[in-house]
């Protein structure tokens, strides 16, 4: 293990458990990323070996057959996870932001009768927010959820749903407009459904249908698909907190731990794009010696080094402020921003030095030329973190009088 992304402050249990992950990105990850990486193919042995190690649960209350660890010791071992392969950190991550708006804002039913066997990777989790004309424009989501009885009625058309075939349970964000009167805010006529469903393509219930693996530049293995709702019924014990209306608020309390986590893969993308740039560049000759040995080498490694540092100074004290108990989508959205654009410099400079061979599909840096980008887009792109932190900037230093 290098100097760099060292985490002062650890305890012994944080430590063996990252110490533990690392080990086993070396071993089980690293060694077939690349080769599963370029099929396309599911990791169903990661994702065992993964679940006996307990990662689908590190964060889930013992209580409820978890690790109960913090944000922050989960956002370390996806880090080291997402340095072995970024896809694998999205598998788990789709998986504990669900798990986490249960255990926040779920009804004391709903977390007995999931979170133990989403801790123990039975039930897996995926989350529905975005649509096909949506974009970043949450508020504007046309899925509507009307009552019926007892139950509610699904309709409408989700977009980009990591873990949408693998997964058996689906936060989806929907648009109820019950007991709102007209010209309600948009965002508070909002309701969080979970849908329960069978693993698989097709119509897999009633009303429910995932056409199939969306086709990716990058981010392979994953599962990212389409969901269409036509007509689906959920009971209404299946509005996450009982309530309907808080739909909004639970999805944002999630994706902002999620930008963590974000935050969290560019920097493991980023420590992998370093050791291979650093590696290669002391092996490579030319002009008489080793690349490493040349000035424009060296200024292009302190650089990337710098950025890896800076990155995940910046994840962990975004992880340790929500730990806290305070309020973080300043911290989270700057840590998300920076993360991801010092990933994608880290990760274009380690190709660089790599010459004509970055461009071959035998250098792990080819993969991570591909990956890096999904990383400005996730969980909100570079542009909405830097209008969220510009708002709470704005608000933490308003001029007074």
């Known amino acids: 293990m290098g100097r760099l992304a060292q985490t002062e402050g650890l305890t012994d249990i944080q430590r063996e458990i990252v110490s533990t992950v690392r080990d086993f990105v070396d071993k089980e990850i690293i060694p077939v990323a690349t080769e599963l990486e370029h099929r396309d193919e599911y990791p169903t042995r990661i994702v065992e070996g993964l679940k006996e190690l307990g990662i689908f649960g590190l964060m889930i209350p013992e209580e409820y057959g978890g690790l109960g660890e913090s944000l922050l010791t989960y956002a370390l071992c996806v880090e080291e996870i997402a340095r072995g392969w970024m896809s694998v950190s999205g598998i788990i991550n789709t998986h504990f932001i669900v798990a986490y708006m249960l255990k926040q804002h779920g009804t004391d039913e709903q977390k007995e009768y999931f979170l133990p066997r989403m801790a123990a990777g039975e039930v897996r989790g995926a989350f529905s927010m975005s649509e096909p004309g949506l974009g970043s424009d949450v508020s504007a989501i046309t899925t509507k959820g009307v009552r019926d009885g007892d139950e509610y009625v699904l309709t409408g058309q989700k977009m980009w749903l990591t873990n949408g075939g693998t997964s058996s349970l689906v936060a989806v964000l929907c648009r109820t407009d019950e007991g709102h009167p007209e010209g309600t805010a948009p965002h508070k006529s909002m309701t969080t459904f979970l849908v329960e469903k069978e693993p698989g393509f097709g119509e897999v219930k009633p009303g429910l249908t995932i056409p199939g693996k ?37 999805m944002m309390d999630g994706v902002e731990v999620g930008r963590v986590n974000v935050a969290a893969r560019g920097c493991g993308v980023a420590q992998r794009a370093f050791e291979l ?26 650089e990337m080094a710098t950025k890896v540092e800076a990155a995940h100074a910046l994840m962990v004290g ?12 300043l911290e989270a959205g700057m840590a998300k921003y920076l993360a991801s654009e010092y990933c994608k410099e880290v990760v274009e400079d380690a190709f660089r030095i790599h010459g004509g061979y970055g461009f071959s599909k035998e250098y792990e840096i080819e993969r991570l030329y591909r990956e890096a980008p999904m990383l400005l887009i996730g969980e909100g792109t570079a542009e909405i973190q830097k209008m969220i932190v510009g708002r709470r900037l704005l608000e933490e230093y308003k001029i007074q009088g």
């Open 277 to 302: 740039g650093v590696s290669y560049a002391q092996q490579r000759h030319t002009f008489g010696k080793p690349i490493a040995q040349h000035q424009a080498i060296q200024f292009k490694l302190a």
């Open 318 to 329: 975004a992880a340790r402020k929500k730990d806290s108990g305070q309020r973080n989508d």
């Open 214 to 250: 969306i086709d990716k530049m990058g981010y392979k293995g994953v599962d990212t698909t389409e969901l269409i709702l036509d007509g689906l019924r959920v009971p209404e014990n299946r509005v996450l907190g009982g309530r309907t209306g808080r739909g909004f608020y639970q």
